[in-house]
């Protein structure tokens, strides 16, 4: 049973600057025959503001070859606290509208794939604890099913015991209470997003894989120092019974674009007030 992971293609219908890879990753997944593609986030430019961003990548979806489930990002729906974009309760209902629920299952071989709605880690939202509670049952119930996770953002960059990286991963509370239920329930596997790094590492019995976005990437003045690899790609997982085999790949035909060059046109500052 293959699964493709794709991640941070960061697609719009009117802010086109990664658009030219999209062709290129649609034609590397039919090669791969898969039967399955999960997509951990940052599908869009800005589907947080634009219900056309999002309506326009659940149309292109439709196009890959195997069914889809994604998970939002944080240009998605927003984030916890987040100034100008919090994560709502309209950002997650248009989530829900064109791609289905922000957290999910699949059984897979002997595994049970979980998709979790990183956004809601943090946000004091009713969504939160009706996410948690769900994730505990799902796993309760897994019956002897090795568990993965995909979701948008990283539990921790470096280590588990880090101290809170912004931005860039779960803050230290509710990430405490994620590892808890990694260890209860041993937790095989964790993909994730958001950085737009490749990463494979393991931590306490956990394999945790950064899969690499196929839009663009980011430079050194915009992102801290952190492990990886900056390069787009996407992963192949093959799961077969209780194993899993995990390939980061590169994509062929893809452009590594630069968010640095373009910022000021795809996220331009906003104005106070
Ligand atoms: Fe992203
Ligand atoms: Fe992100």
Same mark, same amino acid.
């Given at each position: ?38 997509? =951990?986030?940052? &599908? ?33 729906? +927003?984030?916890? !606290? ?11 209902? *248009?989530?829900?509208? %064109? ?44 019956? +002897? *099913? ?5 979701? %948008? ?12 990286? $912004? !931005? ?30 490749? %990463? ?6 956990? *394999? !945790?894989?950064? +899969? ?6 980011? +430079? ?7 492990? $990886? ?5 996407? &992963?192949? !997982? ?8 995990? =390939?980061?790949?590169?994509?062929? $035909? ?7 060059? &373009? &910022? %000021? ?9």
């Amino acid at each position: 049973m293959r699964v493709l992971q794709i991640s941070d293609t960061h697609l719009s219908p009117t802010k086109r600057h990664f658009a030219a890879n999209w062709p290129a990753l649609l034609a590397w997944a039919t090669e791969q025959r898969p039967d399955l593609i999960i997509h =951990t986030g940052d &599908v869009s430019v800005d589907g947080a503001d634009q219900e056309e961003d999002l309506a326009y990548c659940a149309s292109i979806f439709r196009n890959l070859p195997a069914p889809v489930l994604s998970v939002p990002g944080n240009h998605d729906v +927003g984030e916890a !606290y987040h100034p100008h974009q919090p994560v709502d309760r309209a950002r997650l209902e *248009r989530w829900r509208r %064109h791609f289905g629920g922000d957290w999910w299952l699949r059984d897979v071989e002997n595994w049970r794939l979980l998709g979790l709605n990183a956004m809601l880690f943090g946000s004091d939202l009713p969504d939160e604890e009706e996410q948690l509670a769900w994730l505990r049952k799902a796993m309760t119930d897994a019956t +002897g *099913r090795r568990i993965a996770w995909f979701t %948008h953002k990283p539990l921790f960059l470096e280590g588990p015991d880090e101290p809170d990286t $912004g !931005y860039w991963s779960v803050k230290p509370g509710p990430r405490k209470a994620l590892l808890d239920l990694v260890r209860e329930f041993d937790v095989a596997l964790i993909a994730t997003g958001h950085l737009h790094k490749s %990463h494979d590492l393991r931590v306490d019995g956990c *394999r !945790y894989i950064w +899969g690499p976005s196929a839009g663009f990437v980011v +430079g050194p003045e915009m992102q801290p120092p952190m492990p $990886g690899e900056c390069r787009l790609g996407a &992963v192949i !997982y093959d799961f077969a019974d209780s194993d899993v085999t995990a =390939t980061r790949e590169d994509v062929p $035909g893809l452009t590594t674009y630069w968010i640095d060059d &373009v &910022v %000021h046109e795809v996220y331009p500052p906003r104005q106070a007030a």
